[in-house]
């Protein structure tokens, strides 16, 4: 188990519009010496993991990373090709090569990689015992052993569907020297998003309309309770004497905000499980982690860079559906008691016939005999 | 229960603050639609409630936005309202008056929305003949050609002289003898006539003889306005192939506070500093001239302000939107520039200093902390100000409600006993009132820096030392006097 590192990183408070709200984060240590840049590729992307593996998804815009001390393009530049864009009946579709691919410097950029934001955190969740059944029960058809869970999909709901994301992320107020956000709808943790340098955000600031969040923050954008700003209590000016006084009580304000927005990301802090790393940078490492997955409040994927010193350069975070945990976690469960069903219903305190229901609802059906997917 | 006084004070503020505020074009928060939606729902509730303060508002300072709303209810509803008797007469001297204060494009723009309106009435046809026979109608029907000919047909007024020609046949094969039109028909063949007729109507012919932008806007500059001029000074400062754009001190001599600030805030630091002795000076030339239009009474109730600290909002939402990039910024700053020039000691702090504390430098950048530079601004120097402006759009968000912590802290523990007041340039049609950051602070809208004369006078009123009664017979007092000013000059305006 690990966790997140938030030093160095600072809040301000938060502002916000119908149920969205945004709390700035800032950086008070010297910014890493990393720049990113946005490639847009408003396409359909099949990405070739490897030699049998292929992730497809909607990709709005790649992000590639480059060391700052080196020779920098100016925004808007197209960088390296890195696919044949054909359309497809009047829709864009890329052939990518690799999630995280490593790009070498030439004369005019310096050397980084090029990455698909988001997608490489999801991926790391999708590839869950892709690979199906280790073991060939009785129970389990001949597609699933032989071809795993191929495809294993996950729907999710884009930003732009959300209620009033647009207008607030619109009206928001950038302050100076800001590199990130973390964005709360309703009640909800739904994303946190941070980037070297605060050039970076500006130019990424929108891209939360372009971002993917499991299907329950949609209903909670709607229907959250509205998030009313917090104002300052007023009874706190009560016991002043001086204007001293005064300025120390807008201190302390600052500080109690602080400390809660700090605690509202610990389930995010808290998060990491599977960390695994995809790729290194110099003294950096791009990695990827998934949650702890049994049922219980949150679940946040995400993909972060973190330096030498486990400080964040850069760090984006989605958050899972209950019903998208819940399939990650039978898997998780199958998985550890060997994927003996009888075990593992008693693990999970249900009887088989219940487990097989659970396998069926998940949508995991065609693992199964066809005998055991009647639900009876 | 609140009783009638009470209500009929929050009425009339509601509406004054509106007719201050809103402009009907789109603001940073709500769209064009949102503002006219909720401007037209203020101004029929006040017609049918209050129809005489109604009217007397238009004697009032207001803008010319809802003045010619005003005048649209009044002439297309003649009888709605209370009180059906005998108020006519001065309801129609009133939109006489009013109609000749505004911009003549913006009353021809009236006539033709009566005209869709299907409003028909006597009492409509008799004000716009009372208004065209008032225009020099040559000039007009040259720069306004299509709004005449449609006015000209909607209320059946002879075209005199050359005019029916001119409007309603085709120039070729006649000559006219009217100078202005003669000059029109020349320029369709000769480039030297077109510097002739009036700017509008000469760019449609420069662009026909082809003539380079930077030798014609030099030589139409005679016949521009001045806000013309003021909004061309940069496009010819570009054409010019002069090292850096140069504004010209003439360019700027015309301009309101507001717009010379906005003209300002469109300069990149650099320009703006190597500029600094031009703009310092235009700037002190329109606060001299924005104050000596100023009645005794009104300078005085300026004076009266005493030791001011003011603070400026200049968050990224004082922007605006690209119609009106930097309004609510701009009039901050036009405040700021007016009182500085009246009053002997004002302190100013900026929500986001950016550059120095110099607000000739200012930018709309950051987000909206209000409370430390109120704190800054009231703590700066011995003894406490006399008075606290704050010029903001209201959004406060860093925190949220700051400005009333401190004020509630300066009020209650530190002896603070002067006045309190929050100018709010933006008018938000949710709540039809333009938004507070306080509830134990006035809200006071104003769109133009001279407001804030009017925003003093309103912020009495609306903090109670003044009964709806009373603001009535003040109203119809200065309606009655700006009526006799009008009659005393004599004549139309241009």
Redesign the interface.
């Given at each position: 188990m690990a966790e997140l590192s938030f030093a160095g990183l600072s809040f301000?408070?938060?502002?916000?519009w119908a149920s969205v709200r945004v709390v700035?984060i800032m950086r008070d240590a010297p910014a890493p010496p990393l720049r990113l840049a946005r490639q847009a590729v408003n396409a359909g992307a099949t990405v070739k993991l490897d030699a049998r593996t292929r992730y497809t998804s909607y990709v709005p815009h790649a992000l590639v990373v480059r060391s700052a001390a080196g020779p920098q393009a100016a925004y808007g530049t197209a960088l390296t090709k890195d696919g044949t864009l054909q359309k497809k009946r009047g829709h864009a579709w890329m052939d990518m090569h690799r999630l995280a691919k490593r790009l070498p410097s030439d004369g005019r950029h310096a050397g980084g990689a090029r990455f698909l934001p988001l997608h490489v955190a999801i991926e790391g969740f999708l590839a869950l015992h892709f690979g199906g059944p280790d073991v060939a029960w009785a129970a389990y058809s001949e597609r699933a052993l032989r071809h795993g869970f191929s495809p294993r999909w996950e729907a999710f709901c884009a930003g732009s569907g959300l209620y009033k994301l647009d207008d607030a992320l619109r009206?928001f107020?950038?302050?100076?020297g800001q590199v990130g956000a973390a964005l709360f709808l309703g009640s909800m943790l739904a994303s946190v998003m941070i980037t070297p340098h605060p050039d970076d955000y500006r130019a990424l600031h929108r891209t939360f309309l372009t971002d993917l969040f499991g299907d329950t923050l949609y209903w909670e954008a709607l229907y959250g309770a509205p998030a009313a700003?917090?104002?300052?209590?007023?009874h706190?000016?009560?016991h002043?004497?001086?204007?001293d006084d005064?300025?120390a009580?807008?201190d302390a304000?600052?500080a109690a905000?602080q400390a809660q927005s700090a605690a509202m990301l610990d389930e995010v802090r808290t998060a990491p499980r599977g960390l695994s790393t995809v790729m290194k940078l110099g003294a950096h490492k791009l990695m990827r982690f998934i949650p702890d997955l049994a049922p219980g409040a949150a679940h946040h994927l995400g993909e972060m860079i973190v330096g030498a010193d486990g400080h964040l350069a850069y760090l984006k975070t989605l958050r899972l559906a209950p019903k998208q945990a819940r399939r990650g976690h039978l898997l998780q469960t199958l998985a550890a008691h060997d994927w003996a069903l009888p075990t593992a219903a008693d693990a999970m305190g249900v009887t088989e016939k219940q487990l097989l229901n659970r396998i069926v609802d998940a949508g995991f059906g065609a693992m199964l005999r066809a005998h055991l997917r009647e639900r009876g | 229960m609140p009783d009638a006084a009470r209500i009929e004070r929050e009425d009339v503020l509601l509406f004054l603050n509106c007719c201050l505020a809103a402009t009907g074009q789109a603001t940073f928060v709500h769209g064009a639609h949102a503002q006219q939606f909720g401007t037209a729902f203020v101004h029929a509730y006040m017609l049918h409630g209050y129809r005489r303060l109604y009217a007397l508002c238009l004697a009032a300072g207001i803008n010319a936005y809802n003045a010619a709303e005003i005048v649209f209810q009044l002439l297309r509803a003649p009888r709605a309202g209370t009180e059906v008797h005998a108020r006519h007469p001065l309801e129609n001297a009133l939109i006489t008056h009013a109609l000749r204060e505004m911009s003549p494009a913006r009353v021809y723009r009236l006539f033709a929305r009566l005209r869709a309106a299907r409003v028909n009435n006597r009492r409509t046809r008799a004000v716009i003949k009372g208004y065209l026979a008032s225009r020099d109608l040559a000039f007009d029907a040259l720069k306004y050609r299509r709004h005449v000919k449609s006015t000209l047909k909607h209320v059946h007024h002879p075209a005199p002289g050359e005019l029916g020609p001119f409007l309603f046949q085709s120039p070729h094969g006649r000559t006219f003898d009217t100078p202005l039109f003669e000059a029109w028909r020349a320029a369709h063949f000769s480039e030297r006539a077109v510097y002739e007729l009036p700017y509008t109507v000469a760019e449609g012919f420069a662009a026909k003889h082809r003539i380079p932008r930077e030798r014609f806007l030099a030589r139409i500059e005679p016949r521009m306005t001045d806000a013309e001029r003021g909004r061309l000074a940069r496009t010819r400062a570009a054409h010019a192939k002069a090292p850096a754009a140069q504004l010209s001190a003439s360019a700027l001599s015309g301009l309101p506070l507001e717009r010379l600030w906005a003209t300002i805030l469109a300069l990149p630091l650099k320009a703006r500093e190597a500029q600094q002795d031009v703009l310092r000076a235009a700037l002190a030339r329109a606060a001299r001239r924005a104050l000596g239009r100023l009645t005794g009474e009104a300078r005085a109730q300026l004076e009266a302000l005493g030791r001011t600290a003011l603070v400026i909002d200049n968050s990224y939402s004082a922007r605006g939107v690209r119609q009106t990039r930097h309004r609510s910024l701009a009039v901050a700053l036009g405040v700021f520039t007016l009182l500085d020039t009246a009053l002997p000691d004002v302190r100013v702090a900026l929500s986001h200093p950016l550059h120095a504390s110099d607000p000739l430098f200012a930018h709309a950048h950051g987000d909206t902390a209000l409370a430390r530079p109120l704190l800054d601004v009231m703590r700066g120097t011995p003894r406490m100000p006399e008075s606290v402006l704050i010029v903001s759009d209201g959004w406060e968000n860093a925190p949220a409600g700051g400005v009333h912590a401190v004020l509630h802290a300066a009020r209650t523990r530190l002896g603070f006993r002067g006045f309190a007041l929050h100018i709010n340039p933006v008018f938000d049609p949710v709540d039809f009132a333009p938004r507070a950051l306080s509830t134990g602070l006035t809200t006071v809208g104003a769109r133009a820096s001279s407001d804030v004369v009017t925003a003093l006078f309103f912020a009495r009123f609306a903090q109670g030392l003044d009964t709806p009664e009373g603001l009535e017979h003040t109203l119809e007092r200065g309606a009655l006097a700006w009526l006799a000013e009008h009659d005393a000059d004599g004549g139309a305006h241009g």
């Open positions: 301000a408070p938060a502002q916000t700035p009206w107020e950038i302050r100076d700003p917090l104002p300052i209590a007023v706190q000016m009560d002043v004497q001086s204007w005064v300025a009580v807008l304000d600052h905000r | -």
